[in-house]
């Protein structure tokens, strides 16, 4: 629940004048991202959070038997699974991380195409054997 309690409590000063963060915050346009039990604990976020959470990304989610509770099926959210083991440059992820964050948060056309159309680049990347969209 940390995840998701300090999303809040970023939102809550937000909007708090006074906050370093009052005004200089989109709570809009909030992502959960983790790598192994960060993505666990990312992926609860989501799920415990989804008017919130706009989109998740994880790194090397572990088994989710480990996320005690929701299914991560029941995400309602666009999520980025990540998981080098499983084919992936490693290298690279952080180019695929910027954009997906850049087309979910920004609705940035560029981006979008990784992702998206008939063709998805990231699909169609060598670099990124297995790699699917849905």
Not at 63 to 76: C, R, S, V
Not at 114 to 120: H, M
């Amino acid at each position: 629940m940390e995840i998701g309690d300090a999303a809040h409590y970023l939102v809550t000063q937000a909007g708090t004048a006074g906050s370093l963060f009052y005004g200089n915050l989109d709570v809009n346009r909030v992502a959960a991202v983790g790598h192994s039990q960060g993505a666990g604990g990312a992926t609860r976020a989501a799920l415990s959070n989804p008017a919130l959470i706009k989109t998740l990304m994880t790194f090397s989610l572990p088994i989710t038997y480990w996320l005690n509770g929701p299914d991560i099926a029941q995400l309602t959210r666009p999520a980025s699974i990540v998981d080098p083991a499983y084919g992936g440059n490693p290298g690279g992820e952080l180019c695929y991380a910027t954009a997906w964050l850049a087309y979910q948060l920004l609705g940035d056309p560029t981006a979008a195409t990784a992702f998206t159309g008939a063709t998805p680049e990231l699909v169609a990347n060598a670099n990124w054997p297995g790699s699917a969209v849905k």
